[in-house]
């Protein structure tokens, strides 16, 4: 079935460094690519999507592309603040449409 | 908009009882879905309406979870005879149609089987 794979568990940075959280997907068709991020006690809150190749999504400063032959979907920010501090999951729709296959998780500690 | 409103917040129950989780979806969406979240599972789909009618239970353990959703400001999801495995945040979300939208998450029910 589908899938999603993200690489990093935890990424610890400083204020102001450059965030990458990288994001690989495994899809039979053409799925639409989710960033979500959920901060304690919430529910997760969609951040952006991207929905063919070569898209790029962006929303608060972060930013991913549809690389379709990559099959990846990498989050990344210029310069993270400590307020960023969260989980971040990568998301595709399945065949589908409406069916959301989460990734596990990146959890984000921005240290001040 | 109040969001996504989902109760109770926190539920706690003993093994064998029956609990019941309440959603409120935003006005207007016509797509409901339900997940569960546990740290060694993650997200994990259960079910979903469009229209209020069930279209995909795929997710849902067949024999003590069941959905309902009677209209279209409420659904409710009904887990028989608690088990501890059953512990986790259960969260509602909706959207415009399901199709490939983003989907608005409630804050989620802690459900803690003792």
């Known amino acids: 079935g589908d899938s999603v794979t993200q690489t990093e568990g935890q990424v610890a940075l400083s204020e102001e460094d450059f965030l990458t959280i990288h994001c690989n997907y495994s899809?039979?068709?053409?799925?639409?690519l989710f960033w979500y991020v959920q901060y304690p006690g919430e529910g997760p809150q969609f951040l952006f999507r991207?929905?063919?190749?070569?898209e790029k999504g962006s929303s608060r400063g972060f930013e991913a592309t549809y690389n379709k032959e990559a099959t990846s979907f990498h989050l990344q920010k210029a310069s993270v603040q400590e307020s960023d501090s969260a989980v971040y999951y990568c998301?595709?729709?399945?065949?589908?449409?409406?069916?959301?296959?989460f990734g596990k998780g990146t959890h984000l500690h921005v240290l001040p | 908009n109040a969001g996504v409103i989902q109760t109770p917040r926190h539920k706690v129950t003993g093994k064998g009882q029956e609990a019941t989780l309440w959603c409120e979806p935003i006005?207007?969406?016509?797509?409901v879905f339900w997940y569960r979240q546990t740290i060694v599972q993650g997200l994990e789909f259960l079910t979903y309406?469009?229209?209020?009618?069930?279209?995909?239970d795929s997710g849902m353990p067949k024999e003590r979870f069941s959905a309902q959703m009677p209209n279209q400001s409420h659904s409710t999801l009904k887990i028989q005879s608690t088990q501890p495995q059953d512990s986790a945040v259960y969260l509602c979300?909706?959207?415009?149609?399901?199709?490939?939208?983003?989907?608005?998450f409630g804050p989620g029910t802690r459900l803690t089987v003792l």
């Open positions: 998301a595709l729709t399945d065949t589908n449409a409406y069916k959301v296959i």
């Open positions: 006005s207007g969406h016509s797509a």
């Open positions: 309406f469009r229209n209020q009618a069930p279209i995909d």
């Open positions: 979300a909706s959207s415009w149609t399901g199709d490939s939208y983003e989907q608005y």
């Open positions: 899809a039979s068709g053409y799925p639409a």
């Open positions: 991207a929905s063919r190749d070569k």
